[in-house]
């Protein structure tokens, strides 16, 4: 993810015709796929969609009977994770934590469902050998391919990474628009395809707003389901507020990020807790809370990439597999984290019908609640006024793409 630049404010766009999803091409390696094509009607259904191709232990040990009793008594039923944007940097950390059980669990079997595009087509197949040589026992299925309409079949969760890149001199309004035609057919496919309770992240930039027209193209999935990553941005947040206060981060709790994943974003300092006291009495530096922590949360992908010729990747993968932890996980007493989601209902009188972060805790059964207890003085009010703003404006300009009348 990465926040490069001065922000610009989204200008209208024109709308655009939507485009039809591609091609299918599909390698599904998993024992499943000789039963499909045993039956007849099944094996034409999957000939117009998928072009099946099995490997090595996947087709072997799908079914748990084939383990030791021993090793899976404890296990759950399987959980299926598309990935998009599957053959990326991001995605070349977060599959091996995934299919280690280091996100879901121990007992957690996994099968990864990955989408790519044709020309990286060669690179998923380079994915899935990887992950075959890895012999993670809790990695039951992976499949690949083209066509999302195949590749988020039955998906329990769905974490979309893959989107175009802003280029060099290219309004922000332009690429709103490039990936939101994206996201209106992932998100068709997601409302064909995936299980009705699929949780839905979103990564790819510009991410609330991809989150909101994959939302909007999703009508059967709850809005409520659908989220846009800031744990990166809350991850840097408590950094900052630890090296500040000489203690590390474990130190650090009740840290949010309001509003937008862009440089607008308000990491919440009047809220945030060290060592269970609030961090503005410990640090005493409003000063420094207000023209340094807060820029320096806001631009750190900027400046990492000025560090690292790119933008951020294992960090951006760690901040994913933490934002998953942090639903399937019951949230400490007091504490919360930090996730854009849908604004429909929220107490804080944030405009209703955007992706907006706010501080969220979960019981660990994969839902949440925004957290009603926050306290909002004028300066916090402020900001967050702003990033809304920004968002309405980003809505706006993909009217077009989620059914706003006179876009």
Known sequence: MQLTGKHTAARPCAPRTVRAAGRARVVLVRAEAAAAAANPATAAKHQEHEELKRYGVFKLAYDTSNEDPSLTKAWQKTVKVAVTGASGQISNHLLFMLASGEVFGKNQPVALQLLGSDR??????????????????????????????????????????????????????????????????????????????????????????????AMENAPSIPRKNFHALTRLDENRAKCQLALKAGKFYTNVSR?????????????????????????????????????????????????????????????????????????VTPTAPGDCFSSAVCTDGNQYGIQEGLIFSMPCRSKGDG??????????????RKKITATEEELVKEKECVGHLIGMTGA
């Open 120 to 213: 990286s087509f060669g690179a998923l197949e380079g994915v899935a050998m990887e992950l075959e040589d890895s012999l993670y026992p809790l990695l039951r299925e992976v499949s690949i391919g083209t066509d999302p309409y195949a590749v988020f079949k039955d998906a329990d969760w769905a974490l979309m990474i893959g989107a175009k890149p802003r280029g060099p001199g290219q309004e922000r309004a332009d690429l709103l628009d490039q990936n939101g035609r994206i996201f209106v057919d992932q998100g068709k496919a997601l409302d064909a395809s995936a299980s009705k309770n699929c949780k839905v992240l979103v990564v790819g930039n510009p991410c609330n707003t991809n989150a909101l027209i």
């Open 255 to 327: 840290t949010t990020i309001w509003g937008n994943h862009s440089t607008t974003q308000v990491p919440d300092f009047i809220n945030a807790r060290i060592g269970g006291r609030p961090a503005i009495d410990v640090i005493q530096d409003m000063k420094w809370f207000k023209e340094e922590f807060t820029p320096t949360v806001a631009q750190r992908g900027g400046a990492l990439i000025k560090k690292w010729g790119r933008s951020s990747a294992a960090s951006t993968a760690v901040s994913i597999a933490d934002a998953i932890r942090s639903l």
């Open 367 to 380: 839902d949440y609640e925004v957290c009603d207890d926050f306290i909002i003085d004028d300066w916090l």
